[in-house]
């Protein structure tokens, strides 16, 4: 606790008045002007109060005591341990612009369009859960200095034929990037913070430890090397670029640069270095069922993002508005001025069959990504020890992308044809002289069903999600469709039957994929498998 020169009083960094505000006495003080005994003896470490949480194991620094009674990350009202540590000071710190209000404000803006996200995120007293963070960040500063010579290629056409010029581009760089910043913990996710981003480098400060009075900060975890080639890529890229548009005033309009990274760090001697930072996040933890969702918010920009769960009732009182909105009139009008209506029928729904069966395919592919965590690579690390780097090189990038997707790219292909054929078909139908031919009713039950079989296989495969299995109720519905197709295929209550039994099966598909993307919205994080807190409390009381 940091206290007043005046009266002995606590005081706070109050956001609006860019100042340390004393409770008591109203008095107002610099934040470099504030500093306890401990610090002003060892410059490079400060010393402050650590909590952690016995239910999830995350470490916060604060130096309020109201920490001691409640969880940040788990959302969990439980004793926190304490101890007092000397942390390294961080370089700069980005103070907090919005304050709580502001903060709801902007997240409620974003909540608006989650229409079926729970209820309870919009209810006053969930939002005023929201706590003050600071974020841990690396800040790299890349420097790019050195004489270099690389390959480069210029195309151009002469209006009948392409031509390549292959060409030697040499000079000089001296370029300094500033503030490239990647998260610094593990407890926030790589894409949370990209959706937040940017902060705004150009306003940090010098960092003083009385910045952190009356607010929670994050312990940084993840080691500067995990990111540092991303800052190195990212400023090689910008290189690139640059000695494109320099080649203009030889002539070259379209000149290309064949590197790697690994070459364009080589080249114009590209090094990175890092600095601890602070950076301000209004976070709050959203728990249900054991399992937690986080909402954030910029606290400087203000900018909101979420991995909002989706509430089944919502989803289910939508499903039966929409169905007794359209169902029943749409029926009653075909069966009233179409002959073929049950035919007609039977092909509609398993249009709407064919987009449930892809969006099912196609997202389950996305959750697989999502579940193995490779896309964030602070947890990647922590899990694997291995700095995860993104497109190392193109052409191996292109080599993994068709050995990996060489079956979606043929199951693509395959609904490309069938969509042809779909948009002649549609034209006879609303044409009222035909219907879909039975042949290619057949073929879009098969393939809806390969879609199904392999969406099913793959939501096995997730780590992090329990195995849901509406999606059966899907396959069932399609393989009625081929027996009554191969049995019966113009018995009108047999068409009608095959629909209804579609629409069912499309619903507890799509089912199946909110269910799936919630678990993975809320996913347990690891360390939640430890036992204490409210676990051992509800134990006790059982």
């Given at each position: 606790m940091f206290a007043c020169k005046n009266c002995g009083g606590n005081i706070i960094y109050d956001i609006k008045a860019h100042k340390l505000v004393c409770k008591i006495c109203k008095s107002s003080f610099a934040p470099e002007s504030v500093t306890k005994e401990n610090d002003s003896v060892d410059y490079d470490y400060f010393e402050t109060t650590i909590f952690t949480c016995p239910q999830c194991g995350a470490k916060i620094m604060c130096e309020d005591n109201e920490a001691s009674?409640?969880?940040?990350?788990?959302?969990?009202?439980?004793?926190?341990?304490?101890?007092?540590?000397?942390?390294?000071?961080?370089?700069?710190?980005?103070?907090?612009?919005?304050?709580?209000?502001?903060?709801?404000?902007?997240?409620?803006?974003?909540?608006?369009?989650?229409?079926?996200?729970?209820?309870?995120?919009?209810?006053?007293?969930?939002?005023d859960k929201f706590k003050a963070i600071y974020v841990p960040y690396w800040h790299y500063d890349v420097t790019q200095q050195n004489r270099f010579s690389v390959s480069a290629?210029?195309?151009?056409?002469?209006?009948?034929?392409?031509?390549?010029?292959?060409?030697?581009?040499?000079g000089d760089i001296d370029s300094k990037f500033e503030g490239i910043s990647r998260d610094a913990s593990y407890n926030f996710?790589?894409?949370?913070?990209?959706?937040?981003?940017?902060?705004?480098?150009?306003?940090?400060?010098?960092?003083?430890?009385?910045?952190?009075?009356?607010?929670?900060?994050?312990?940084?975890?993840?080691?500067?090397?995990?990111?540092?080639?991303?800052?190195?890529?990212?400023?090689?890229?910008?290189?690139?670029?640059?000695?494109?548009?320099?080649?203009?005033?030889?002539?070259?309009?379209?000149?290309?640069?064949?590197?790697?990274?690994?070459?364009?760090?080589?080249?114009?001697?590209?090094?990175?270095?890092?600095?601890?930072?602070?950076?301000?996040?209004?976070?709050?933890?959203?728990?249900?069922?054991?399992?937690?969702?986080?909402?954030?918010?910029?606290?400087?920009?203000?900018?909101?993002?979420?991995?909002?769960?989706?509430?089944?009732?919502?989803?289910?009182?939508?499903?039966?508005?929409?169905?007794?909105?359209?169902?029943?009139?749409?029926?009653?009008?075909?069966?009233?001025f179409y002959e073929n209506a049950s035919n007609i029928f039977l092909d509609i729904t398993l249009i709407f069959s064919i987009a449930a069966f892809i969006i099912y395919y196609v997202q389950m592919k996305m959750m697989q990504i999502r579940d193995a965590d490779s896309e964030d690579a602070g947890k990647f690390y922590k899990k694997y020890g291995v700095v995860y780097i993104k497109n190392k090189e193109k052409n191996e990038s292109v080599k993994k992308l068709i050995k990996d997707y060489i079956f979606d790219l043929a199951v693509g292909l395959m609904y490309v044809l069938m969509v042809i054929c779909f948009l002649w078909e549609t034209l006879s139908i609303l044409s009222v002289t035909g219907i879909m031919d039975v042949f290619f009713k057949i073929i879009l039950t098969f393939g809806n069903l390969g879609l199904a079989v392999i969406g099913f296989i793959r939501g096995g495969r997730l780590k992090n999600s329990s195995k849901f299995y509406g999606i059966l109720g899907g396959m069932l519905s399609l393989v009625f469709v081929l027996a009554g197709l191969f049995i019966a295929p113009s018995n009108k209550y047999l068409c009608i039957a095959s629909g209804i039994l579609l629409c069912l099966g499309c619903f507890l598909t799509i089912m199946d994929?909110?269910?799936?993307?919630?678990?993975?919205?809320?996913?347990?994080?690891?360390?939640?498998?430890?036992?204490?807190?409210?676990?051992?409390?509800?134990t006790v009381n059982m």
């Open positions: 009674s409640f969880c940040t990350y788990c959302s969990s009202a439980t004793v926190l341990t304490s101890r007092i540590s000397k942390e390294k000071k961080p370089d700069y710190i980005i103070p907090f612009e919005k304050t709580k209000e502001e903060c709801i404000q902007e997240f409620k803006k974003i909540t608006k369009k989650a229409i079926l996200a729970p209820s309870e995120l919009k209810d006053e007293k969930i939002l290629a210029e195309i151009y056409s002469d209006g009948n034929s392409n031509y390549t010029t292959y060409v030697k581009a040499e996710s790589d894409d949370l913070c990209e959706r937040i981003a940017p902060f705004f480098t150009s306003e940090k400060k010098k960092f003083y430890p009385s910045y952190l009075s009356g607010f929670y900060a994050d312990v940084s975890d993840v080691p500067s090397e995990v990111y540092e080639h991303e800052a190195l890529a990212l400023a090689n890229d910008v290189a690139r670029e640059m000695v494109s548009e320099e080649s203009k005033k030889d002539g070259y309009n379209n000149l290309k640069i064949y590197l790697s990274n690994d070459e364009a760090t080589k080249q114009f001697d590209t090094k990175a270095v890092p600095r601890k930072a602070l950076y301000p996040v209004w976070f709050m933890s959203f728990k249900q069922n054991k399992k937690v969702a986080y909402m954030t918010v910029n606290g400087q920009t203000g900018r909101a993002a979420s991995d909002f769960p989706v509430s089944i009732r919502k989803f289910l009182i939508a499903t039966l508005l929409l169905t007794l909105l359209f169902f029943p009139p749409s029926l009653g009008f075909m069966f009233l994929l909110i269910r799936y993307h919630n678990e993975l919205s809320m996913r347990q994080p690891p360390h939640l498998k430890r036992r204490g807190g409210d676990e051992i409390a509800d």
